[in-house]
């Protein structure tokens, strides 16, 4: 059954990565304002890189709601589940779209609306394949799993209605690894469709995994990290826990440098 598509809210987080916000943010704005309707919500998980002043410049964004911006300031590490489930609840949009900080949206709004428009209830998992990797066809890139490292995994978008009944991301996961395919593994347990949609052009900006695990506080490598949690989410789907964080309590931010909110 196809019909229109309402907002398209996309949801990054940021933990002292304004090195790379810096380069992505300001195209991604101007990507969601030329298509409208759409909106960025943008978490600062306790920074201390100067992205709250960086931030500032885009004030203008805020007030005419293109960009929704959250300072998460109280906890000490990372918590990639934490932080996206906080991004994603602030969100005003019908659909949410993870967006890591080293992402690009690129040309990807309409493709993604269409999809939507088409079949309004299936999760669509961008990526961009790896450029080191022969490939022979547009649709053996399309199932071959992102594994090389080339930051586009988590380019994870789904009805919001979706991922309130899944509980969002486990937070009960180790900060970092593994989360977004425990969310779509998910997803797919309770019967949503998952389509994997190519993304032409530059992407993302490569990261290390040991950049990705450098605040988390954990002292484990991500290879470590990715085990533990994939042993979790495993026995969470054999006994069919497919709705995460029932025990969740909002967590405190303040939105666009002045409300005290909690999500």
Known sequence: MSGSVGRISYCTTCKNRLWQLSETLPGNLRRVAEAGNSEIVLVNYNSDDELDRWVRRFERHMESGILRYLHQQTEPYFHASKAKNLAHLAATGQYLVNLDADNYIGETIPTWRTLWQERPDLLIHG?????NRPQRSEEEASRIRPDSGNGTYGR??????????????DEHLLPSAHEDQDLMDRAAATGLPIVRSRQPGPAAIRNS???TMRYSGTGLDWWDAREL???TSAENLRFGRLTANSDRSPMKALLNFSEETAF
């Open 127 to 131: 990526f961009s394949p790896d450029k």
């Open 156 to 169: 994870i978008g789904l009805p919001r209605t979706r991922f309130l009944a899944l509980g969002g991301y």
């Open 209 to 211: 995994h040991r950049e």
């Open 229 to 231: 949690n994939k042993k």
